[in-house]
């Protein structure tokens, strides 16, 4: 199994940190991906948003076939979505490939390589109307969302609630049960100062502010 994540210049670092130190535990620990991989455009140093310098374990040209890709998001999404090789690559992953996942705004990835129209999906909470705007997405304001094979979530943190409840799918309950534990991810639920009340947070957010 081939669990694939595709980075490219001013990608959120913790886009694919958080799904990426799910993915290596679940492999380690739990039965998961024989490969856990990163893919670019080249294999050139990809410079994220907040500068973290990163190498690229492939390019698009010598990747191989993925069973899951990734997407993450950020600033170059903006960019990439009218990046023909980054289209064509996502593109051609997914046409045999078990599932597709973004994280935050790679959603925007997965509809320009012509993979979102019609579905169900989420992205950070800044884009929403951006993704309302794009007319054929069904936007939903959660964590996370699974319609078919295509998995997104909201921004960068949700990435791991993706990832747990990605790997419960996949690998079963007992291998999210371990990455949790190893990950000593068990939020303690605080919100500081006043943002649930943020004109622009999501439904998921504002639903917890009305139940406290």
């Given at each position: 199994m081939n669990f694939g994540i595709v980075l490219f210049p001013d990608v959120e670092e913790l886009d694919f940190v958080d799904p990426w130190e799910m993915l290596t535990m679940w492999s380690r620990y739990a039965d998961g991906p024989q490969n856990c991989l990163t893919a670019a455009q080249t294999t050139a140093p990809v410079t994220c948003a907040k500068g973290l310098s990163v190498n690229p374990h492939h390019s698009f040209d010598n990747?191989?076939?993925?069973?899951y890709p990734l997407i993450p998001g950020g600033q170059g999404t903006r960019r990439e979505?009218?990046?023909?090789?980054?289209?064509?690559?996502?593109?051609?992953?997914?046409?045999?490939?078990?599932?597709?996942?973004?994280?935050?705004?790679?959603?925007?990835?997965?509809?320009?390589?012509?993979?979102?129209?019609?579905?169900?999906?989420?992205?950070?909470?800044?884009?929403?109307?951006?993704?309302?705007?794009?007319?054929?997405?069904?936007?939903?304001?959660?964590?996370?969302?699974?319609?078919?094979?295509?998995?997104?979530?909201?921004?960068?943190?949700?990435?791991i609630d993706l990832m747990l409840t990605f790997i419960a799918h996949v690998g079963g309950d007992e291998a999210a049960g371990k990455v949790q534990f190893g990950a000593e991810y068990y939020p303690d639920g605080k919100v500081y100062s006043d943002f649930r009340g943020h004109p622009q947070a999501p439904g998921y957010i504002r639903c917890e502010q009305q139940s406290l």
């Open positions: 990747c191989p076939p993925l069973d979505v009218d990046n023909p090789a980054m289209r064509d690559f996502v593109a051609r992953q997914a046409q045999n490939c078990q599932a597709v996942l973004s994280v935050c705004t790679g959603a925007f990835v997965l509809h320009a390589a012509g993979l979102l129209g019609g579905k169900r999906a989420t992205t950070h909470w800044g884009s929403l109307d951006r993704l309302r705007a794009l007319g054929d997405v069904e936007v939903v304001e959660q964590r996370w969302v699974q319609d078919g094979a295509v998995w997104t979530s909201a921004g960068v943190s949700a990435g």
